[in-house]
Each structure stands twice: as C-alpha cells, then as structure tokens.
C-alpha cells in the first residue's frame, strides 16, 4: 500500500551538512520526496511531535536539542515507507545501529545526554497522519 511518513533532519543533521547525503538515501531507496521544508521548530510543534516522551528524563534534553538549530522535515511516500525509512534509519542509538543505516553510518555517541540520531522517521500510520499534520499543518 502506498503510504506516506513523516521524515525529520534533526539540528544535528543540517549541522554537519547531511541533508543531501540523508534524502539521497530515501530518494535511492525509491521513495518519493513530497514535502519539503527547512525550519526552525515551535515550542508547540515539539511538545506535540514528542508527546509520547513526555515526563521521561530524556524529554527535556530531547526537545532543548530539537530548538537549538534547523531542521528538515519532509513527507515521503511509497509502498512500505514507514516501515521502510526506519529500516533505513537504523535503530535509535547510534553507536549501536547496523552499518548501511543512516544511524549506522553517520552517527556516533557525541557524549551528551540525549542521542543525537540525526532523523526522525513515523513508527506507524497513525503517527505519520498524527505527524504529517503537525509540520505540514497547511495540507
Ligand atoms: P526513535 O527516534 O528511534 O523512534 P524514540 O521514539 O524511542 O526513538 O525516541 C525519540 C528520540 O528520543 C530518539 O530519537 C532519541 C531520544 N531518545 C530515545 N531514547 C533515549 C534514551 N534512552 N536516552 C536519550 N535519548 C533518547
Ligand atoms: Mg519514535
């Protein structure tokens, strides 16, 4: 089925320049980029993006990194991409996600207290929906 997810380039990500090296990958993959845009995230947009987290101790950390700099955040679709571009992403942690992911690959324990992972990929169609609306509230 030919579904849609919300993909985010973290602050960490557009830091080091890898916006190109992140979308070529979904773009080589076979999905296709829909939606596209540079910003800065709202207080608002991450306390509803990151709700789930609310009340964990990384949730603070999580959401001070998530302001401190731009972010990408993209729509793309596909059969299977939300199941598919975390697949690509690798798992949450960095050090441990499998070489060939985005995480794998391009990320690393940077030594503080929240993971800086580089994206942020929908766990579900309900988040995706939930997701996509939150950063593309426009439509
Ligand atoms: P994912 O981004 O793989 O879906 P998640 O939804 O469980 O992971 O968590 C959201 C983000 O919060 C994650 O990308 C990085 C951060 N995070 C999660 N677990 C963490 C932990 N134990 N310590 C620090 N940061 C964490
Ligand atoms: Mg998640």
Redesign the pocket.
């Known amino acids: 089925m030919t579904e849609r997810t919300l993909v985010l380039v973290k602050p960490d990500g557009v830091e080091r320049g890898l916006i190109g090296a992140i979308i070529a990958r979904i773009e080589t993959k076979g999905y296709t980029v829909e939606r596209l845009e540079l910003l800065r995230a709202t207080p608002e947009q991450l306390a509803a993006h990151?709700a789930?987290?609310e009340g964990?101790?990384?949730y603070p950390?999580?959401v001070e990194f998530m302001s401190e700099g731009p972010l990408v955040a993209l729509v793309a679709s596909g059969h299977g991409v939300i199941q598919g571009f975390?697949s690509l992403?690798g798992?949450?942690?960095p050090t441990t996600a499998a070489p060939g992911t985005i995480r794998g690959d391009l990320g690393r324990d940077w030594g503080l207290?929240?993971?800086k992972?580089l994206?942020?990929?929908s766990?579900s169609e309900e988040s995706a929906a939930r997701e996509i609306a939150i950063w593309f509230p426009e439509g």
């Open positions: 990151y789930e987290h964990k101790p990384f950390p999580l975390r992403a798992t949450t942690d207290n929240v993971q992972n994206v942020h990929g766990d």
